[in-house]
């Protein structure tokens, strides 16, 4: 395995955070605004530049230019303008020599003349406006050359910096990169780079050039940080070990962390999932006297509601209403996602009373949530209540309303009722959006029905709705669940050639397709293809490798990049370890398994049920039951409840060494302790009893 192309993953550390209170540090990529503004440019075709020239002036008023105030001159720019449009105009990354000449035609000689006491920050304002619009950063580029040719302007890293940001809004990154090389970085210089790498998504760029930053002796401030921050949250969501790394940096940086950054930080973990991260730094923010963001708060809650911690997500609402704000429509919806997804129908029903009662208008997302809560009761005839009441309400039910409709059915399994909803959506007058497409192809997809699931791609298409990266990603991963790995390889290439560049999870999904073929060289390419896009590798990208190569029997891959993960700092997740040890567990390396044990415990993880059961079947496998049986006492001495699996793979382990009159005790034992049996034990206990009657056989 080639293990360089994984970059070092970036470690955590969450219990021990603390904050120091050391000086700030900052660097301003640009000034405050100038009072003067630039008088607009005008082409001179005729060529004669005295006229011109003599209209650098001061203001309108006509005064000399000593006894006039700095911030009331105005210059006029056009004929230097007008000179560069009609002399070859550089690329960023052309060899236009940047020293002195040594000799100058007489036009050239004149404006070097005349804009010599044009001071520096009038250049400045000059360049910005130039570099706003993508057709004119060229011009941009010529005046910063033609004034460093004539050493008109001292603060060139200003210039220069002002240069990469306008590139890297224009998404072009590259020719920042070469404009860059042109000269030593200094902070300026450094700070608009990571910007521009930050705002076109490609994040392990800006975190180099922050290291790289470091080495030169210049401390990143907290402009880089928020940049970047919300660059992950944008791109990395899911994966929260990139921001920990991140606040490791800012931690050992001594960088005092502001309001914004604070509130990027706090956001960036809730979208990600981490709902306790989230909370202590929400915790921190009001602890430094700081007060969160609205939207800072609403994603907190947001990121509690979709972990169903309904309650606490009620908790953060209260305070928010007692910290004098007026929850909106948006603060109750997320709030009542909380309890739609932890089924507690009653607790959603009297937030949409609280809601109404409070003077606040249930829109078509708080309809969507409560159809999708009755949905999920069963209560279809309630469900259609609430879709006739929001009508009566001239809330006209959109593509949200009936996508919940459609996931409420995907859900119990119930694929083809789709068709009906579709049906009663047209007649509604609501026209599918890309959202509900998706749902509808994943419907098909989970249900095995993938020539309707391609039919609705297609008919999604047809109707003029581009697919985003989750159509891609759900239409591909349906091909692989399934084994059809050709389909799915075919779309991931017509992905990219119809001009989407694949995220962390398209990769994820095809790292697994190619590790399921044993297709090692394309899973090496694609973790080159991954670091190429600057797509950091998350924890599932390594629980996917671990488990492709441990499934494989390709042991030594799957320690390896366990290895890389700690060797960055990252603890591996229980996730990783379960992974490897059911793949021991299938090849009956029992040894193995318990060392996977320890060293999981090592790490500070605590072996979950599902690790043991998988250590129970590599017992079993391997034709040890009576440490199978260990395992089980274990359990019961560490207060983990053992579950249907669990018995069941006893159960089997006994069948393997033919002590079939000891299965119905354990068949016993699992009734006992609360466990309803399933069909698989039902049969393992058909299968000993059926075993132990042909052995009574005289």
């Known amino acids: 395995m080639n293990l360089h192309l994984l970059p070092p993953p970036l470690p955590t550390r969450c ?48 005064n000399d230019g000593e006894s006039t105030p700095l911030q009331n001159r105005r210059y006029d720019f056009t004929p230097l303008l007008d000179y560069l449009s009609r002399s070859s105009i550089p690329d960023s990354d052309s060899d236009f020599s940047l020293s002195s000449p040594t000799s100058l035609d007489s036009t050239e000689f004149q404006l070097a003349e005349l804009y010599r006491a044009v001071p520096a920050q009038y250049w400045h304002s000059l360049l910005k406006s130039l570099s706003s619009s ?18 008109l302007c001292f603060s060139y890293e200003l210039l220069y910096s002002i240069l990469i940001h306008a590139l890297g809004k224009s998404e072009k990154l590259y020719e920042a990169f070469l404009l860059s090389q042109r000269q030593t970085l200094t902070p300026l210089t450094y700070n608009a780079l990571i910007g521009a790498c930050a705002r076109n998504n490609d994040v392990e760029k800006a975190l180099n050039l922050m290291s790289r930053m470091r080495q030169d002796g210049y401390p990143p401030d907290f402009v880089n940080y928020s940049l970047v921050v919300q660059s992950i949250t944008k791109n990395n969501q899911g994966d929260s070990s990139v921001l920990v790394k991140l606040y490791e940096e800012i931690d050992d940086d001594k960088i005092e962390l502001d309001s914004q950054l604070l509130n990027d930080i706090i956001v960036g973990f809730a979208k990600a999932g981490d709902a306790d991260r989230a909370i202590w730094f929400l915790a921190m923010l009001q602890g430094n006297g700081l007060s969160p963001k609205i939207g800072t708060v609403l994603a907190v809650i947001s990121a509690l509601g979709n972990l169903g911690r309904a309650e606490e997500a009620e908790a953060v609402f209260e305070e928010l209403k007692e910290g004098g704000l007026k929850p909106r429509t948006r603060a109750y919806n997320a709030v009542l996602k909380g309890y739609v997804k932890a089924g507690a129908l009653s607790d959603a029903e009297t937030i949409v009373s609280e809601m109404e009662r409070s003077g606040i208008l249930p829109d078509d997302h708080t309809y969507g949530l409560l159809i999708d809560a009755y949905a999920n009761a069963g209560r279809w005839e309630s469900a259609r209540i609430v879709f006739k009441e929001m009508e009566a309400n001239n809330v006209q039910p959109n593509s949200f309303v009936f996508s919940r409709m459609l996931a409420s059915y995907r859900d119990q399994g119930s694929w083809e009722k789709s068709f009906q909803v579709l049906r009663e959506m047209r007649n509604s007058g609501v026209q599918p959006d890309r959202h509900f497409y998706n749902v509808m192809i994943d419907t098909f997809g989970k249900n095995n029905c993938l020539d309707h699931a391609m039919d609705a791609f297609r008919k999604m298409k047809s109707e003029g709705i581009e697919p985003d990266n989750c159509t891609w990603n759900t239409l591909i991963d349906c091909y692989c669940k399934v084994g059809r790995h050709d389909i799915a390889d075919e779309l991931f290439e017509e992905m990219q050639e119809s001009g989407y560049l694949p995220c962390i999870t398209t990769y994820n999904i095809m790292l697994n397709s190619y590790g399921e073929q044993e297709s090692w060289d394309e899973v090496r390419d694609l973790l080159g293809k991954m670091q190429n896009q600057g797509l950091l590798p998350n924890v599932v990208t390594y629980t996917t490798l671990i488990d492709i190569y441990g499934q494989s029997g390709r042991f030594k ?51 979950s049920i599902l690790a043991l059961n998988s250590l129970i079947n590599a017992f079993g496998e391997d034709r040890r039951d009576a440490e199978a049986f260990a395992v089980l006492q274990y359990m019961k001495e560490n207060d983990l409840k053992p579950d249907v699996v669990t018995y069941t793979t006893l159960m089997k382990a006994l069948i393997r060494v033919e002590k079939y009159d000891k299965v119905p005790a354990v068949y016993e034992d699992m009734i006992l302790s609360g466990c309803t049996p399933d069909g698989k034990a039902r049969s393992m206990l058909r299968s000993a009893l059926k075993y132990m009657k042909q052995m009574l056989k005289p």
């Open 15 to 62: 219990s021990s955070i603390h904050i120091t209170s050391p000086t700030l540090r900052r660097h301003f990529i640009f000034p405050p605004p100038f009072p003067t503004t630039t008088q607009a440019a005008s082409t001179n075709t005729s060529g004669d530049i005295s006229s011109p020239l003599a209209s650098v002036h001061s203001s309108e008023d006509e």
């Open 134 to 151: 993508p057709s004119s950063i060229k011009t941009a580029y010529a005046v910063v050359s033609w004034l460093q040719r004539h050493n």
């Open 557 to 607: 891959d799957a320690i390896d990049c366990l290895e890389v993960l700690k060797g960055g700092g990252l603890k591996p997740s229980p996730t990783m370890y379960n992974a490897l040890i059911n793949a021991y567990a299938q090849r009956g390396l029992s040894d193995q398994a318990v060392n996977a044990i320890r060293l999981m415990r090592a790490d500070g993880l605590k072996p």
